[in-house]
């Protein structure tokens, strides 16, 4: 009995076990399950609560004034493309004119002087060829000011543009006018619109080339160093890289620097300016800091570029440049200092920028010939050319903007413009007409067509003379009936004298120009009356036949941003000295201008581009036109001139000229210095290339030629 007792009380004991298990596994899964429950409970109360806030603010919103600063603001960087300039003055078709408010900084104001005789000087923004003296008319209305006193009030008309000549105090935009200054509050500059650019500058001084360091050696003292001028923390980074402070002008610390490092500042602009006039290469350490003239110079071919983070490694990365490389961020960084570096730049740099982002071309250059009024003709016959010249295009302003030319008119005649496929003349579908010199079997006669897909053209001879009469006269018999010819051109320097009278029976085109002063600057003046973008200079005392001429003229149309002529020089140095020389074996560097074919954009770069006191230096010694325009155009193209062989004498037996005078070659040694003093190097480059006719070939055999048969 004791024994089935024992073993029912064990069954009922592992029956409460079994309800106590069950009981407490019950009691867990209600404890979890009410867990769950409350945090879902919270979660849809909070999203309950998020929705209403969030509807709540959206009802406010659309019924509650905004701030209007944040409208104003909003409403800047949401502009559309198509309204940002008004073209009720602004057409197309016209040249751009501008209107400049009266103001006393150099930028804007008025100064009328000469700088040499036939010169006019634009130092300002209301001297500028674009600029009207009514408002009426005016595509842009320019204010030049600092940052307290510009009006920002354009509700009468768009295309204003305020010029803020205070660096420590910035303009916030508030409609679509443009603003030029330093600096801009973060987030508030325009891309399309707004010039970041150090504005308070100065007049022009004529002597400041004179302190600039020469491009040359390649490396300096120092590699690199961060140049700053706030209160910035660089005592870790200037551990590992030399820093300098720049406070104002410090082109004497950064002279002897190869690379300045530039981290990203309000006084960006300044120490930007002050490492160009060191030539010293900007590097920028950040990723958005804007350039001046952003849209329209390619800072890449002035300056380097990295990141903030990375400006450890940046020494390293500089020492893998090239020594070319150096050399060409340098030059390319005098260039577009010379954009910036006083008023009457910066005054032709923002006009030309404003035409190119408006895509309204700047005045053409006729308007300055009228003006400058230098010459007068005396004699003139008709040409025989028929087609026009091309005309501008903004499609060239790159090219313009990047290699130093002038920017103060549209060029009327271009040295680049492209050349047709060699398939356009043969092409079914061709309408326009497309002259190609094998188009027809048999058709290779070189005076039937000058051939290379391009329209036909003719030259203009321009022969300055002072009093050699015969010599002239042999070169109206030699070049009678010449294929191809335009027009002559005799540019009499003699105020003391007329010219014969027996000149104006000649049949051929010619006209006769009597400057006012005796210069040999006058071989290089473009002349209205030149209708051709090929000009050959001559001289009055040489001889080329009608083959090697029209040679040479097929040369120059393969070949139109060189020099192309026949008597060909080199330089040298010794001691330090430019020393010119004659001959050099199979180098050479430079074409004499008394027989060479020139581009006529290049004459006027020579007259309105060249500087002061290279003009000036020509005419006080008489001498160096020549070497002059051989550094301009190899500065402006990058590219050696290009010799023809000359097949006869150079001479047409007329008495010695200038060349015989006692201090002719020394006068040319000193010019020579000048000039690289000028452009901070010696920009003429060796060239081993002869042009020879296809027949000739076989007696020059050793002479890397140009190959192109008449």
């Not at 000469?114 to 009514?134: D, G, V």
């Not at 040479?552 to 020393?579: C, D, L, Q």
């Not at 047409?652 to 003093?677: A, I, P, Q």
Request: contains cysteine.
């Amino acid at each position: 009995m004791l024994t089935c007792f024992a073993s029912q009380l064990q069954r009922i004991q592992h029956s409460k076990e079994k309800i106590w298990a069950c009981q407490s596994e019950h009691l867990t899964v209600n404890r979890k399950s009410k867990k769950r429950l409350k945090i879902l409970f919270i979660l849809i109360c909070c999203g309950v609560f998020s929705f209403s806030l969030i509807r709540s603010v959206f009802a406010v919103s659309s019924n509650t004034p905004v701030d209007e600063k944040k409208t104003q603001k909003r409403s800047i960087f949401s502009h559309d493309e198509n309204e940002l300039f008004d073209y009720t003055y602004c057409s197309p078709l016209s040249p751009l004119r501008i209107y400049v408010h009266e103001s006393e900084h150099p930028l804007a104001q008025v100064r009328n002087f000469l700088n040499i005789w036939f010169i006019i000087s634009f130092p300002a923004l209301a001297s500028h060829p674009a600029a009207m003296k009514t408002v009426d008319s005016a595509c842009f209305v320019i204010s030049v000011g600092d940052a307290a006193t510009l009006n920002h009030t354009s509700e009468w008309r768009k295309n204003i543009v305020l010029v803020n000549v205070d660096s420590e105090n910035e303009l916030t935009p508030v409609s679509n006018e443009i603003i030029v200054q330093a600096n801009f509050a973060s987030g508030t500059f325009r891309h399309d619109l707004d010039i970041t650019l150090f504005a308070d500058v100065k007049r022009r001084n004529n002597e400041t080339w004179r302190n600039r360091p020469p491009i040359m050696p390649i490396g300096r003292k120092k590699l690199s160093q961060i140049v700053y001028s706030e209160n910035v923390e660089l005592e870790e980074i200037c551990s590992h890289i030399p820093c300098v402070r720049c406070n104002e002008n410090c082109g004497s610390i950064l002279i002897n620097t190869t690379f300045c490092l530039l981290p990203s500042s309000r006084t960006f602009q300044w120490r930007l300016l002050s490492s160009l006039r060191a030539g010293c290469i900007p590097v920028v350490l950040s990723n958005t800091q804007p350039f001046p003239f952003h849209k329209e110079l390619d800072w890449k071919l002035a300056s380097l570029r990295y990141p903030l983070a990375t400006m450890r490694f940046v020494p390293q990365l500089l020492e893998r440049l090239s020594k070319e490389d150096i050399l060409e961020l340098r030059r390319r960084g005098r260039i577009f200092l010379e954009r910036l570096d006083n008023a009457q730049a910066l005054a032709d740099a923002l006009v030309a920028a404003l035409s190119d982002r408006i895509m309204v071309e700047l005045p053409p250059f006729y308007e300055l010939a009228q003006a400058a009024s230098h010459s007068e003709s005396i004699t003139e016959k008709a040409s025989t050319l028929s087609r026009s010249l091309p005309p501008p295009s903004s499609l060239y302003s790159y090219r313009r903007w990047n290699n130093g030319n002038k920017l103060t008119f549209a060029p009327s005649l271009l040295h680049d413009v492209p050349m047709m496929p060699g398939g356009a003349a043969f092409h079914k579908g061709t309408k326009e007409k497309v002259v190609a010199m094998n188009s027809e079997i048999g058709s290779r006669n070189s005076n039937d067509a000058l051939g290379l897909t391009r329209d036909e053209e003719q030259f203009t001879v321009v022969i300055l003379t002072y009093d050699r009469v015969d010599g002239v006269t042999k070169i109206f018999n030699t070049l009678r009936n010449c294929p191809f010819l335009n027009k002559i051109i005799v540019v009499w320097n003699n105020n003391n004298s007329s010219p014969p009278a027996d000149w104006l029976d000649m049949n051929d085109p010619f006209e006769i120009i009597m400057p006012k002063k005796n210069s040999l600057n006058n071989r290089f003046i473009p002349y209205e009356s030149i209708e051709t973008e090929a000009v050959i200079s001559m001289d009055d005392d040489v001889y080329v036949t009608q083959s090697e001429l029209v040679f040479a003229f097929r040369m120059w149309r393969e070949n139109r941003n060189r020099i192309v002529g026949f008597p060909e020089r080199y330089h040298t140095k010794v001691n330090s000295r430019s020393k010119y020389g004659l001959t050099a074996h199979h180098e050479y560097s430079m074409i004499l201008t008394g027989l060479a074919i020139i581009h006529k954009e290049f004459l006027f770069e020579f007259t309105y581009n060249q500087h002061p006191a290279i003009l000036e230096y020509i005419d006080d010694h008489f001498n160096c036109e020549d070497i002059a325009m051989n550094y301009l155009v190899a500065h402006l193209t990058r590219r050696a001139p290009l010799r023809v062989q000359k097949k006869t004498s150079l001479s047409n037996g007329s008495k010695v000229g200038l060349f015989s005078r006692t201090l002719h070659v020394r006068e040319r040694d000193e010019c020579m210095d000048m000039l690289n003093e000028f452009y901070g190097y010696n920009p003429l480059l060796f060239s081993q290339e002869v042009a020879v006719p296809l027949q000739d070939q076989c007696a020059h055999p050793s002479w890397r030629s140009t190959l192109f048969g008449l």
